[in-house]
């Protein structure tokens, strides 16, 4: 009913909402390889120079070119994001825009550097001398750092705001580090920088799985192979503890997006942890498996423990029963999408150490190629219920979604929505074609000579080539 009253009264809500949700779901797709690829370049392109193994500089080569044709990409949706909250959002960036834009600052500084050393580090290929070209890359990493912080910044700071002094509903004074350093920040940006890492490295991982199950099982591919998947593996299970961590933070911080997570109808103890199901109007659950007291085990190590519940917020000021489900469905896929992630990290690591090489098995080669859709579907998962689990608040607890709406006529922004699902697809189409292109190329150069580094330089005439 509450929903159903404020769509009445700010038509443009149900289209900005989707709009907003649209263009994020979108952008974040882009977010792990542009932040977390430049690390896995440089560790594969140190591997060559170290070892002197030229299959080792051709997969980072091949790689940084990937690395800049994404960059390309999501800097275009992350700019329209940018201008979205201003169009869709005025009256929350009216209000607060000194506090919440801070971070979007900090991501544009971050943003330009990125730019700028990319461009150095791809037009350095053989024009630098190899360790030249190493340490101007080295830049990289922690300017995708710095940009995923900028963003995070902002988005816990929509989560447990802090920093601004109020005046008759306005923003006289603004503290910035109380309002960039937020309670949510300190488990928000660890999370999912770890998820980024994860899902990068599974990712690029997932496509030479492909490679060894289609019988392509050379040096090359074995290497592309398992220094990402690695990486990943390693990170999994500190994933799982940062992730318990973050979730039981969020029952002091966020009470009714955690009762959403949970689908907790009442503030009790000895609740039950629900796997899966859907929560009704009355607090009935469905279709869901109870495991008996382990929510409060998990929140609090007590049966005893005490997890709030929906009905301990008012019902203005909770997640919908659609948004409840939404959240815990979510949230569900999520964990279980990265206990998955764990277990093959676990299976990897334990084969590794025992023969000192990635294992040999059909089965996990069958799992380790899905790995990237899985990892990609549970950094969606995250950000929905982040976002989804937030509502009515747009600044949680301060002000709703829709107090912070624009004004403009709701077929403006149906129309907005519109041209930019078409724009997305058109790039969509012409970034995945590229990189099947791309994909091809090195197919037939790798025909042609397969122990050779990469070759010519990504722009321009071949230069005069430096030793090490």
Do not use: C
Request: charged fraction near 15%.
């Amino acid at each position: 009913m509450t929903s159903a009253l404020w769509l009445a009264s700010e038509p443009a809500l149900l289209p900005s909402r989707i709009q907003m949700a649209f263009t994020l779901a979108s952008h974040v797709l882009l977010v792990p390889l542009g932040v977390a690829l430049p690390s896995l370049t440089l560790l594969m392109e140190g591997i060559g120079l170290a070892s002197k193994d030229p299959v080792a500089l051709k997969i980072a080569r091949r790689w940084s070119v990937v690395m800049a044709v994404q960059f390309a990409v999501g800097a275009v949706t992350g700019t329209i994001l940018s201008f979205e909250f201003g169009i869709l959002w005025p009256r929350m960036l009216g209000q607060f825009g000194g506090a919440f834009g801070l971070g979007f600052a900090i991501e544009a500084w971050a943003f330009f550097l990125e730019a700028i050393f990319i461009g150095i580090y791809l037009y350095g290929w053989e024009r630098l001398r190899p360790r030249t070209h190493l340490l101007f890359g080295l830049v990289l990493p922690p300017a995708g750092l710095l940009g995923a912080f900028g963003v995070l910044a902002s988005n816990s700071w929509m989560n447990t705001p802090a920093g601004t002094t109020l005046k008759a509903g306005k923003v006289v004074d603004v503290d910035v580090m109380a309002a960039l350093f937020t309670r949510a920040l300190g488990y928000e940006f660890w999370h999912f920088l770890i998820a980024i890492y994860m899902t990068a490295g599974f990712v690029v991982a997932s496509v030479y799985a492909v490679a060894w199950l289609r019988g392509r099982r050379d040096h090359y591919q074995r290497l592309a192979f398992a220094v990402p998947f690695t990486v990943a593996a390693v990170l999994a299970p500190i994933q799982l503890v940062v992730g318990d961590l973050s979730a039981r933070a969020l029952v002091a911080d966020q009470p009714s997006k955690f009762a959403a997570m949970e689908i907790t109808w009442t503030t009790r103890d000895h609740n039950p942890e629900v796997i899966g199901g859907l929560i009704d109007a009355n607090g009935d659950i469905h279709f869901g498996i109870s495991v008996p007291s382990l929510d409060s085990l998990l929140v609090g190590y007590s049966p005893n423990a005490v997890v709030p519940g929906l009905t301990s917020v008012a019902a203005n000021a909770r997640p919908t029963i659609v948004e409840a489900n939404i959240t815990h469905l979510a949230f569900d896929l999520m964990v279980g999408l990265g206990s998955v992630g764990a277990a093959l990290a676990v299976w990897h690591l334990w084969v590794l150490w025992r023969r000192r090489r990635p294992p040999e098995s059909i089965w996990f080669y069958r799992l380790a190629a899905l790995a990237g859709i899985g990892a990609y579907i549970a950094v969606e998962t995250g950000w929905i219920t982040t976002e989804v689990g937030r509502q009515p608040w747009i600044v949680f607890g301060v002000m709703r979604v829709a107090d912070a709406v624009t004004t403009a006529p709701a077929s403006f922004v149906w129309t907005m929505l519109t041209a930019l699902v078409v724009i997305y697809a058109l790039i969509a189409y012409f970034f995945v074609t590229l990189l099947l292109r791309l994909s091809a190329r090195w197919r037939r150069e790798d025909l042609n000579q397969p122990s050779e580094p990469e070759v010519g330089a990504p722009y321009g005439p071949r230069p005069r080539t430096f030793t090490a």
